[in-house]
């Protein structure tokens, strides 16, 4: 079974920072690309950050793109969103996602709420 479980996520002040991190199992973590996408409140998903299987291609969306680094961790099926100069446009339910032969997959999501 897959399964992808965020956490990290919390109430932050603009300017702060936080570290999010997915856990991966139920396939060979390392053979996919990874996505970070989130959700604010009434409105769609939004692709964030996507790191390919060798980490040699990290892609950002342009309203991330210096402040956020995503990362992975192999051999222990990790992967991680470090997030700096949050602002309140950052406020949003962050999900960890991944496609696979089976099909789209993603965690329960972990809130990032960043308010002063």
């Known amino acids: 079974e897959v399964q992808l479980v965020e956490s990290g996520g919390g109430l932050v002040q603009p300017g702060g920072s936080l570290r999010l991190s997915c856990e991966a199992s139920?396939?060979?973590?390392?053979?996919?690309?990874i996505n970070w996408v989130r959700q604010a409140p009434g409105k769609g998903l939004e692709w964030v950050s996507a790191?390919?299987?060798?980490?040699?291609?990290?892609s950002y969306a342009d309203s991330v793109e210096g402040r956020f680094t995503i990362s992975r961790d192999n051999g222990n099926n990790m992967l991680y969103l470090q997030m700096n100069n949050l602002q309140p446009e950052d406020t949003a339910m962050y999900y960890c996602?991944?496609?696979?032969?089976?099909?789209?997959?993603r965690g329960q999501g972990t809130q990032v709420t960043v308010s002063s």
């Open positions: 139920g396939f060979t973590f390392s053979n996919y690309m």
């Open positions: 790191i390919d299987s060798e980490s040699t291609s990290p």
């Open positions: 996602r991944v496609f696979l032969e089976s099909g789209e997959y």
